[in-house]
């Protein structure tokens, strides 16, 4: 269990981390989201007693990270693939490791291959793929055994094999009872895994929810319904938790707040033909950027939107308009 209570860092005048308060469980995988310089890795770094907090704490299992007498026992890290020295086999590194921690040479080999390692266990880190990089970040976090698990942006440079073979190992891990908190910017790839989810923007927490939450609350239990008899269904769907739209002289109508299975069956009932049941998708990473749109600090522009601002001011410099 992660815990963090009104944790705050600040850096001179900048707030990276703002009284941030939020609960980690074991058995299941966190997401933790937020635009590039919300305060992911700093909020990892505090946890990990790697920065000291301005204010507030931040706790696993209830005691510090620096009160652990052996740490990679208690918390496995990812933090910056490749913190690992070039010259070394990753054989060697994590040898190195473990050494560190009593852990045995067995324990060496067995993350080996469950890192997928075998092949270049013997081999120069320093010349490692940022993917195997990230392998080998990997291995030296399971090291211990450790029943939390930290990894920040665990799938960065890893390719499409690799980032499904990090979504298998963290469902895994957590499938065995321990806490699994992973960071990352990309919702789409962390709703794959995680259930929980924890969205912080400019250091500040912006959301504690679950997937299936954000999910409902961005529209994504609605169904659009066309039928032969639109009145005798609105008439026939209405009820409690069930708000209908529909369009004047339109055989369509959207429905929130009943499935579409439901839909069907109460239509079939009533013999009413059903020309279109659709369930309507919603864009998960366009209710992660709906939420954080105000916590983004670097905002890019495209060449296009560029040229065209460019011209608008060309344009009223010459009084003119477009
Ligand atoms: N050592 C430091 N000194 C000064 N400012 C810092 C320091 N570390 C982080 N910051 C600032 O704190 C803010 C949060 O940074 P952080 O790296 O934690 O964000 P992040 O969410 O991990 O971003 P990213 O997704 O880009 O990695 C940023 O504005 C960053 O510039």
């Not at 080996?112 to 990089?133: C, D, H, N, P, Y």
């Not at 919702?187 to 259930?195: F, G, I, T």
């Not at 004047?248 to 299975?261: D, H, I, K």
Request: overall charge neutral; aromatic content about 4%.
């Amino acid at each position: 269990m992660i815990e963090s209570r009104h944790l705050t860092k600040r850096y001179g005048e900048k707030t990276a981390v703002d009284r941030l308060d939020f609960t980690v469980k074991p058995g299941g995988v966190a997401g933790f989201l937020g635009p590039n310089g919300a305060g992911k890795s700093t909020t990892m770094r505090l946890i990990l007693g790697l920065d000291a907090p301005t204010g507030g704490t931040a706790h696993i299992n209830g005691r510090r990270y620096a009160q652990y007498a052996a740490p990679l026992q208690e918390v496995g890290a990812l933090l910056e693939a490749k913190s690992v020295h070039p010259g070394r086999s990753a054989f060697a590194h994590l040898m190195g490791l473990a050494y560190t921690h009593g852990i045995p040479r067995r324990r060496v080999e067995e993350v080996i291959e469950l890192t997928g390692l075998q092949a270049v266990a013997q081999k120069r880190a320093g010349a490692f793929s940022l993917g195997m990089g990230q392998r080998l970040g990997i291995a030296a976090a399971l090291l211990g055994d450790p029943a939390t698990i930290i990894l920040d942006e665990p799938v960065n440079g890893l390719d499409p094999e690799g980032v499904r073979w990090i979504r298998d190992l963290l469902t895994s891990l957590a499938a065995e009872g321990r806490t699994v908190f992973v960071s990352s910017h990309l919702m789409s790839e962390v709703a794959q895994v995680a259930d929980h989810l924890i969205i912080i923007g400019r250091g500040r927490l912006l959301a504690d929810t679950t997937v299936h939450d954000l999910i409902r609350q961005a529209g994504g239990d609605r169904v659009k319904v066309a039928g032969a008899d639109p009145a005798r269904l609105r008439e026939l769907l209405a009820g409690p938790g069930v708000a209908i739209t529909d369009r004047t002289g339109s055989e369509e109508l959207e429905v929130t707040g009943l499935p579409a299975r439901e839909i069907g069956s109460r239509a079939a009932a009533a013999g009413i033909a059903l020309y279109e049941l659709t369930p309507v998708p919603v864009s998960l990473e366009q209710a992660f950027m709906d939420l954080t749109s105000d916590a983004v600090e670097y905002h890019g522009s495209t060449p296009l939107a560029r040229t065209a601002a460019g011209a608008d001011d060309q344009a009223a410099k010459n009084g003119s308009t477009a």
